[in-house]
């Protein structure tokens, strides 16, 4: 991620469960996926977010993801929210 401050300032929801609710919900204006995280777990977030028709962005890796978000430990994806 190229800002610094990342996605830190963002209204975002971090981890598998509740962006697939805020998906689910239609509160997602974007997904982050971490690449290198389980395909069992973001194929099912992928196909939500194309048939939702939300953008989805990658991340090369989860720790990457982790640390855009201002937490200490990895992220499979991270969802950003309408305010």
Same mark, same amino acid.
Not at 37 to 55: H, P
């Given at each position: $991620?190229?800002?610094? !401050?990342?996605?830190?300032?963002?209204? /975002? *929801?971090?981890?598998?469960?509740?962006?697939? *609710? $805020?998906?689910?919900?239609?509160?997602?204006?974007?997904?982050?996926?971490?690449?290198?995280? &389980?395909? *069992?777990?973001?194929? @099912?977030? /992928?196909?939500?977010?194309?048939? !939702?028709? #939300? !953008? /989805?962005?990658?991340? &090369?890796?989860? @720790?990457?993801?982790? @640390?855009?978000?201002?937490? &200490? #430990?990895?992220?499979? $994806?991270?969802? /950003?929210?309408? &305010?």
């Amino acid at each position: $991620m190229s800002n610094e !401050k990342g996605l830190q300032e963002e209204n /975002i *929801r971090v981890g598998t469960k509740q962006t697939i *609710r $805020m998906v689910e919900l239609g509160q997602a204006v974007e997904v982050y996926i971490a690449q290198d995280a &389980d395909s *069992r777990i973001t194929s @099912k977030v /992928i196909t939500l977010c194309e048939d !939702k028709g #939300v !953008k /989805i962005t990658y991340v &090369d890796t989860m @720790k990457n993801l982790g @640390k855009a978000c201002g937490i &200490d #430990v990895g992220a499979a $994806m991270v969802a /950003i929210v309408n &305010d």
